[in-house]
């Protein structure tokens, strides 16, 4: 038995749909082993599909761009390069055609001369998706094991090394620390009466907290020292439970990092969060205003 896979791409057009062959499976006897579809097989099969896709959706932007939006006359073409970008299904190489701005435009445009559309669509050279793997299995695992576990289950031929790998990482958490508000003494808002009309909790919010020592590393030598770690993972009665960790004396908004944990977990001043007993009282502490009916309003970190 022989399998193959098309794909199909419509314009939107009257033209006929683009009809391309990206896989062939050939199958005779059924055994555990070629049942379906392999790793193997299906990596190959992302990848032409990604491939294929892509191709088709950047030749329809390009061919859109060529076009000016105010006189509807081709823009001259400078010249061509190559971008090369990274996805979760393989690193593309695609064609990126520098445009002479059209002279209509030119009162409009500070900056004249040519331009790439494909490059200000695009000033990245890797897909979000594939940042957010790298940087969630980075947070769990060595560098080196995320690496060996992407390439294992995804078309990534050309494997990221360790060093663009941690620069990922680091881009990806000051995305997300210039996103987070600012540090504030308390996080306690509004009054009783505020409280009392907000919608009866499902339950207790439990944190958990506790720490240790990290030795620091340098490029040359690891005789940097020690930094102390604070760690907790917040546990509603309903619902997955969330970690979260800084590093004391370093990060400025250790409240408001916990507190925004708490908050996506549906954290209200009349909600109980008693925190774990169980931890080191040594590595961090809390301060919680007591309110009516043993409700306890978590203020952060000193």
């Known amino acids: 038995m022989n399998i193959k896979v098309q794909l199909v791409i419509e314009d939107g057009s009257e033209h006929d749909p683009l009809i391309q062959e990206i896989a062939c499976f050939s199958r005779q006897t059924l055994t555990p082993e070629t049942l379906g579809i392999t790793l193997a097989e299906a990596k190959t099969l992302l990848a032409q599909v990604q491939e294929t896709m892509v191709r088709g959706q950047v030749a329809d932007y390009l061919d859109q761009q060529r076009t000016c939006p105010e006189c509807g006359r081709q823009r001259a073409r400078k010249g061509q390069h190559t971008i090369v970008y990274r996805t979760l299904f393989g690193t593309l190489h695609l064609p990126s055609p520098r445009y002479y701005r059209c002279r209509c435009q030119d009162h409009q445009l500070e900056q004249k001369g040519s331009w790439s559309p494909l490059s200000v669509v695009l000033p990245g050279r890797t897909a979000p998706e594939l940042l957010y793997l790298e940087t969630k299995w980075a947070s769990l695992m060595s560098y080196g094991l995320t690496i060996e576990h ?148 978590w203020i952060g970190f000193m």
């Open 150 to 297: 992407l390439a294992e289950v995804l078309p990534l031929k050309a494997t990221v090394n360790t060093t663009s790998l941690r620069r990922h990482v680091q881009q990806v958490a000051e995305r997300l620390e210039g996103a987070l508000g600012e540090e504030q003494w308390a996080f306690v808002e509004g009054c009783q009466r505020d409280w009392d009309a907000l919608p009866r909790p499902d339950g207790p919010l439990t944190v958990g907290l506790d720490g240790g020592y990290v030795h620091g590393r340098d490029e040359q030598q690891r005789k940097a020292g020690t930094f102390e770690v604070i760690v907790g993972k917040s546990i509603p009665s309903d619902g997955a439970a969330k970690c979260f960790g800084f590093v004391q004396g370093y990060d400025q908004k250790p409240k408001r990092r916990l507190f925004e944990v708490l908050k996506a977990q549906g954290l209200q001043n009349c909600r109980r969060s008693p925190f774990s007993r169980t931890a080191a009282t040594r590595c961090a502490t809390s301060r919680c205003t007591s309110l009516p009916s043993q409700s306890i309003s």
